[in-house]
């Protein structure tokens, strides 16, 4: 079955260190992969995406995420974390589905928590 | 440009009634999608319109539902309303949709609370 996994329900970090926040997927075919944050009663907002190329993709307010093939991982990566960077962040996937048609999967969300 | 917007943002309903929702795209958005998120499921795909057609229905029961019009506005009803379907259920607009070599990313709103009591 294709799907996201992101093992950890919060991660902390203290501000000014660096963060990674993990994400593995499993999906037939090339992934497409893409990170969204959300904060308190919002939507979510879009970070960045993976499609091909180069492997670090760097997108919104300095996050970057690493694409590896061989152990199907995308994992976010910040190298100093800011306190208002506390919030939930979701990893997605392009999956192709049995109805013949693509949609988009997420992970269940992982908690952010920088610490002063 | 102004973002995705839904409406009501907060609805409180009793089991049994039906409600709809709302929502507007990005302009120039023609695919919109449907989430329900909850703290244990996280986001739960509901379905995918584009140009007033679904394109893609998640597993939910019947009870949910939902059309596009012309304008690419959509709306999301649900029926004969449970407990169970109380959530935030959130809107996402995006360019076109997922395709063999393209991949766009969505634009979300702030979502509807809907509280079934």
């Known amino acids: 079955a294709q799907s996201v996994a992101q093992p950890e329900d919060q991660v902390n970090v203290a501000e000014g260190n660096p963060l990674t926040v993990k994400c593995t997927y499993s999906v037939s075919g090339n992934p497409y992969l893409f990170w969204y944050v959300q904060y308190p009663n919002r939507g979510l907002q879009f970070l960045l995406k993976y499609i091909t190329g180069d492997n670090l993709v760097k997108g919104s307010y300095g996050f970057e995420a690493e694409f590896n093939k061989s152990q199907t991982s995308f994992h976010l990566k910040k190298p100093s974390a800011l306190v208002s960077d506390s919030a939930l962040y979701f990893c997605a996937v392009r999956a192709f589905d049995t109805s013949g048609t693509y949609k988009y999967i997420f992970g269940t969300g992982t908690r952010l928590k920088v610490l002063a | ?117």
Not at chain 2, 90 to 104: M, Q, V
């Open chain 2, 1 to 117: 440009k102004a973002g995705v917007t839904q409406t009501p943002r907060y609805l409180i309903k009793t089991r049994g009634q039906q409600v709809t929702l709302s929502c507007s795209p990005i302009s120039g958005h023609r695919s919109v999608s449907w989430y329900q998120q909850t703290p244990g499921q996280g986001l739960q795909f509901l379905f995918e319109y584009f140009s007033e057609t679904q394109r893609n229905k998640g597993n939910f029961p019947g009870r949910f539902s939902g059309r596009q019009f012309s304008n690419s506005r959509s709306e999301m009803n649900v029926s004969t309303l449970e407990l169970g379907d109380s959530a935030l259920y959130l809107c996402a607009s995006s360019l076109g949709l997922a395709g063999f070599t393209s991949s766009y990313e969505q634009y979300f709103g702030p979502g509807t609370r809907l509280t079934v009591t």
